[in-house]
Protein backbone atom coordinates (compact mmCIF):
# COMPACT_ATOMS: atom_id res chain seq x y z
CA UNK A 1 0.00 0.00 0.00
CA UNK A 2 1.40 3.43 -1.26
CA UNK A 3 0.74 5.91 1.91
CA UNK A 4 0.93 9.22 0.61
CA UNK A 5 -2.00 9.04 -1.72
CA UNK A 6 -3.82 7.40 1.28
CA UNK A 7 -2.55 10.41 3.59
CA UNK A 8 -3.21 12.84 0.49
CA UNK A 9 -7.16 11.47 0.29
CA UNK A 10 -7.75 14.02 3.57
CA UNK A 11 -4.98 15.41 4.36
CA UNK A 12 -6.77 17.05 7.51
CA UNK A 13 -8.27 14.25 8.72
CA UNK A 14 -4.02 12.70 8.73
CA UNK A 15 -2.81 16.10 9.90
CA UNK A 16 -4.98 15.93 13.28
CA UNK A 17 -4.33 12.12 13.65
CA UNK A 18 -0.86 13.03 13.50
CA UNK A 19 -1.23 15.60 16.34
CA UNK A 20 -3.33 13.56 18.12
CA UNK A 21 -1.59 10.41 18.35
CA UNK A 22 0.99 12.68 19.56
CA UNK A 23 -0.48 14.26 22.14
CA UNK A 24 -1.52 10.54 23.49
CA UNK A 25 2.24 9.75 23.39
CA UNK A 26 3.73 12.75 25.03
CA UNK A 27 0.43 12.70 27.87
CA UNK A 28 1.81 9.84 29.66
CA UNK A 29 5.32 11.60 29.91
CA UNK A 30 3.60 14.92 31.39
CA UNK A 31 1.29 13.01 34.19
CA UNK A 32 3.44 12.76 36.55
CA UNK A 33 4.29 16.54 36.14
CA UNK A 34 1.51 18.61 36.70
CA UNK A 35 -1.38 18.26 39.41
CA UNK A 36 -4.94 16.44 38.69
CA UNK A 37 -7.26 18.92 37.49
CA UNK A 38 -3.70 20.03 34.39
CA UNK A 39 -3.37 16.05 33.70
CA UNK A 40 -6.98 16.22 33.35
CA UNK A 41 -6.92 19.09 31.49
CA UNK A 42 -4.26 17.51 28.93
CA UNK A 43 -6.30 14.44 28.69
CA UNK A 44 -9.41 16.78 27.71
CA UNK A 45 -7.44 18.67 24.96
CA UNK A 46 -6.48 15.07 24.01
CA UNK A 47 -9.71 14.06 23.29
CA UNK A 48 -11.19 16.95 21.57
CA UNK A 49 -8.37 16.33 19.10
CA UNK A 50 -9.32 13.73 18.57
CA UNK A 51 -13.16 13.50 18.26
CA UNK A 52 -11.60 16.28 15.43
CA UNK A 53 -9.70 14.01 13.84
CA UNK A 54 -12.83 11.56 13.93
CA UNK A 55 -15.25 14.23 12.11
CA UNK A 56 -13.11 15.07 9.44
CA UNK A 57 -12.62 12.04 8.69
CA UNK A 58 -16.20 11.29 8.97
CA UNK A 59 -17.51 13.97 7.48
CA UNK A 60 -15.28 13.62 4.35
CA UNK A 61 -17.53 13.15 0.46
CA UNK A 62 -17.69 9.99 -0.03
CA UNK A 63 -17.60 8.38 4.01
CA UNK A 64 -14.37 6.73 3.96
CA UNK A 65 -14.62 3.74 6.84
CA UNK A 66 -12.78 0.81 7.86
CA UNK A 67 -11.39 -1.57 11.04
CA UNK A 68 -9.05 1.40 12.21
CA UNK A 69 -11.78 3.87 12.18
CA UNK A 70 -13.92 2.04 14.29
CA UNK A 71 -10.95 1.11 16.48
CA UNK A 72 -10.58 4.98 16.80
CA UNK A 73 -14.32 5.33 17.52
CA UNK A 74 -14.16 2.74 20.09
CA UNK A 75 -11.13 4.14 22.14
CA UNK A 76 -12.53 7.51 21.55
CA UNK A 77 -15.58 6.30 23.29
CA UNK A 78 -13.50 4.73 25.85
CA UNK A 79 -11.97 7.91 26.99
CA UNK A 80 -15.21 9.77 26.94
CA UNK A 81 -16.51 7.27 29.82
CA UNK A 82 -13.19 7.25 31.67
CA UNK A 83 -13.25 11.61 31.92
CA UNK A 84 -17.16 11.34 32.79
CA UNK A 85 -15.97 8.27 35.46
CA UNK A 86 -13.36 10.29 37.11
CA UNK A 87 -16.15 13.28 38.09
CA UNK A 88 -17.19 10.39 39.98
CA UNK A 89 -14.33 8.49 41.07
CA UNK A 90 -11.54 10.65 41.14
CA UNK A 91 -9.51 7.49 42.61
CA UNK A 92 -9.85 5.83 39.09
CA UNK A 93 -6.15 5.66 37.41
CA UNK A 94 -6.17 4.61 33.82
CA UNK A 95 -4.26 7.14 32.11
CA UNK A 96 -1.30 5.13 30.78
CA UNK A 97 -3.28 2.27 29.20
CA UNK A 98 -6.11 4.86 27.26
CA UNK A 99 -2.54 6.74 26.39
CA UNK A 100 -1.48 3.33 24.52
CA UNK A 101 -4.60 2.76 23.51
CA UNK A 102 -5.51 5.97 21.79
CA UNK A 103 -1.38 6.42 20.79
CA UNK A 104 -2.06 3.29 18.60
CA UNK A 105 -5.52 3.56 17.38
CA UNK A 106 -4.53 7.05 15.73
CA UNK A 107 -1.73 5.72 13.78
CA UNK A 108 -3.73 2.82 12.58
CA UNK A 109 -6.20 5.13 11.61
CA UNK A 110 -3.34 7.10 9.98
CA UNK A 111 -2.30 4.49 8.44
CA UNK A 112 -5.56 2.63 7.38
CA UNK A 113 -8.42 5.69 6.63
CA UNK A 114 -10.92 2.53 5.13
CA UNK A 115 -12.78 2.18 2.00
CA UNK A 116 -14.75 4.68 0.40
CA UNK A 117 -18.60 4.07 0.90
CA UNK A 118 -20.23 6.11 -1.29
CA UNK A 119 -23.56 4.71 -1.78
CA UNK A 120 -25.44 3.11 0.78
CA UNK A 121 -28.23 0.64 0.59
CA UNK A 122 -30.32 2.72 3.52
CA UNK A 123 -30.35 5.95 5.16
CA UNK A 124 -31.11 3.95 8.10
CA UNK A 125 -27.66 1.80 7.51
CA UNK A 126 -25.69 4.85 9.88
CA UNK A 127 -28.08 3.57 12.76
CA UNK A 128 -26.81 0.12 12.18
CA UNK A 129 -23.39 1.46 12.33
CA UNK A 130 -23.72 3.55 15.46
CA UNK A 131 -25.24 1.27 17.53
CA UNK A 132 -22.28 -1.63 16.56
CA UNK A 133 -19.61 1.20 17.42
CA UNK A 134 -21.55 1.96 20.62
CA UNK A 135 -21.83 -1.77 21.13
CA UNK A 136 -17.73 -1.94 20.98
CA UNK A 137 -17.05 1.04 22.89
CA UNK A 138 -19.34 -0.09 26.16
CA UNK A 139 -17.43 -3.25 26.26
CA UNK A 140 -14.29 -1.94 25.73
CA UNK A 141 -14.85 0.03 28.67
CA UNK A 142 -15.87 -2.74 30.50
CA UNK A 143 -12.77 -4.80 29.32
CA UNK A 144 -10.42 -1.70 30.47
CA UNK A 145 -12.35 -2.00 33.89
CA UNK A 146 -11.50 -5.56 34.01
CA UNK A 147 -7.93 -4.86 33.63
CA UNK A 148 -8.18 -2.61 36.49
CA UNK A 149 -10.16 -4.97 38.74
CA UNK A 150 -7.59 -7.68 38.10
CA UNK A 151 -4.96 -4.99 38.70
CA UNK A 152 -6.23 -3.88 41.80
CA UNK A 153 -6.91 -7.72 42.70
CA UNK A 154 -3.16 -8.74 42.54
CA UNK A 155 -1.67 -5.27 44.46
CA UNK A 156 -4.53 -7.34 47.39
CA UNK A 157 -2.84 -10.39 46.74
CA UNK A 158 0.48 -8.88 47.64
CA UNK A 159 0.00 -6.44 50.17
CA UNK A 160 0.64 -3.75 47.91
CA UNK A 161 -2.83 -2.48 48.13
CA UNK A 162 -3.38 1.36 47.73
CA UNK A 163 -5.92 2.38 50.12
CA UNK A 164 -6.40 5.70 48.09
CA UNK A 165 -7.06 3.31 45.36
CA UNK A 166 -10.16 2.22 43.36
CA UNK A 167 -12.42 -0.35 45.92
CA UNK A 168 -12.32 -3.53 44.25
CA UNK A 169 -15.71 -4.12 44.48
CA UNK A 170 -16.77 -1.14 42.92
CA UNK A 171 -14.93 -1.60 39.71
CA UNK A 172 -16.41 -5.48 39.81
CA UNK A 173 -19.88 -3.47 39.91
CA UNK A 174 -18.69 -0.91 37.28
CA UNK A 175 -17.67 -3.66 34.99
CA UNK A 176 -20.75 -5.44 35.05
CA UNK A 177 -22.39 -2.33 34.15
CA UNK A 178 -20.82 -1.91 31.02
CA UNK A 179 -20.88 -5.57 30.05
CA UNK A 180 -24.94 -5.68 30.66
CA UNK A 181 -25.04 -1.70 28.55
CA UNK A 182 -22.97 -3.15 25.90
CA UNK A 183 -25.10 -6.13 25.34
CA UNK A 184 -28.31 -4.07 25.20
CA UNK A 185 -27.03 -2.22 22.38
CA UNK A 186 -25.31 -5.48 20.54
CA UNK A 187 -28.70 -6.63 20.74
CA UNK A 188 -30.13 -3.88 18.87
CA UNK A 189 -27.30 -4.11 16.45
CA UNK A 190 -27.99 -7.50 15.40
CA UNK A 191 -31.65 -6.56 15.94
CA UNK A 192 -30.96 -3.57 13.23
CA UNK A 193 -28.58 -5.62 10.67
CA UNK A 194 -31.24 -8.11 10.80
CA UNK A 195 -34.36 -5.15 9.58
CA UNK A 196 -32.05 -3.51 7.21
CA UNK A 197 -31.17 -6.79 5.39
CA UNK A 198 -34.79 -7.45 4.94
CA UNK A 199 -35.73 -3.72 4.54
CA UNK A 200 -33.39 -3.87 1.05
CA UNK A 201 -34.67 -7.69 0.71
CA UNK A 202 -31.36 -9.29 0.60
CA UNK A 203 -31.38 -12.23 3.33
CA UNK A 204 -28.94 -11.81 6.37
CA UNK A 205 -25.82 -13.24 5.52
CA UNK A 206 -24.10 -15.45 7.52
CA UNK A 207 -20.43 -13.96 7.23
CA UNK A 208 -17.40 -14.21 9.38
CA UNK A 209 -18.78 -10.95 10.82
CA UNK A 210 -22.07 -11.98 11.72
CA UNK A 211 -21.23 -15.36 13.29
CA UNK A 212 -18.62 -13.70 15.41
CA UNK A 213 -21.28 -10.95 16.27
CA UNK A 214 -23.66 -13.73 17.07
CA UNK A 215 -20.82 -15.55 19.28
CA UNK A 216 -19.81 -12.93 21.09
CA UNK A 217 -23.60 -11.72 21.76
CA UNK A 218 -24.12 -15.30 23.27
CA UNK A 219 -21.21 -15.26 25.24
CA UNK A 220 -21.82 -12.46 26.73
CA UNK A 221 -25.87 -13.39 27.54
CA UNK A 222 -23.76 -16.39 29.19
CA UNK A 223 -21.69 -14.20 31.83
CA UNK A 224 -24.70 -12.48 32.69
CA UNK A 225 -26.64 -15.07 33.12
CA UNK A 226 -24.18 -16.74 35.09
CA UNK A 227 -23.26 -13.61 36.50
CA UNK A 228 -27.36 -13.15 37.84
CA UNK A 229 -27.80 -16.67 38.60
CA UNK A 230 -24.88 -18.38 39.72
CA UNK A 231 -22.92 -15.39 41.39
CA UNK A 232 -19.98 -15.93 38.87
CA UNK A 233 -17.10 -13.31 39.28
CA UNK A 234 -13.40 -13.37 39.45
CA UNK A 235 -11.29 -15.02 36.48
CA UNK A 236 -13.96 -16.61 35.17
CA UNK A 237 -16.25 -14.09 34.74
CA UNK A 238 -13.30 -11.51 33.40
CA UNK A 239 -12.13 -14.74 30.70
CA UNK A 240 -15.59 -14.65 29.83
CA UNK A 241 -15.64 -11.37 29.38
CA UNK A 242 -12.43 -11.11 27.25
CA UNK A 243 -13.75 -14.56 25.21
CA UNK A 244 -16.80 -12.51 24.27
CA UNK A 245 -14.78 -9.19 23.66
CA UNK A 246 -12.19 -10.89 21.29
CA UNK A 247 -15.02 -12.46 19.27
CA UNK A 248 -16.87 -8.95 18.90
CA UNK A 249 -13.11 -7.14 17.44
CA UNK A 250 -12.64 -10.25 14.79
CA UNK A 251 -16.54 -9.71 14.09
CA UNK A 252 -16.32 -6.06 12.26
CA UNK A 253 -12.52 -4.80 12.67
CA UNK A 254 -11.09 -8.71 12.41
CA UNK A 255 -12.96 -9.25 8.99
CA UNK A 256 -12.30 -5.40 8.02
CA UNK A 257 -8.45 -6.29 8.88
CA UNK A 258 -8.28 -9.09 6.40
CA UNK A 259 -10.37 -7.32 3.57
CA UNK A 260 -8.55 -4.21 3.72
CA UNK A 261 -5.04 -5.36 4.55
CA UNK A 262 -4.10 -8.88 3.98
CA UNK A 263 -6.67 -9.35 0.57
CA UNK A 264 -6.71 -5.58 -0.22
CA UNK A 265 -9.84 -5.69 -1.16
CA UNK A 266 -12.91 -2.94 -0.09
CA UNK A 267 -15.67 -5.39 -0.04
Known amino acids: MNLLPQLALNLPAAVLSAV ?41 DPVRFGFAPA ?19 PQLRARWTLSALGAAVMLLALLFPGAHHPALPSVWMPLHWALGIASYGL ?32 LERLTFRFVA ?23 MVWNH ?40 LLGYVGSRFVLEVLLQRTV
Do not use: C
Open 139 to 170: IAAAVVHALLMQRAERAMRSGQANEAAMPLLT
Open 20 to 60: AALAYALAPWAYPRMGALQARAVLGITWGLHLLALLTGLMS
Open 71 to 89: LSVTAWLVLTVYLVETRFY
Open 209 to 248: KAVFSVLAWLTMGVLLWGRWRLGWRGRMAVRMLYLGAGFL
Open 181 to 203: AGFVLLSLTLAAGWYFSELVNQR
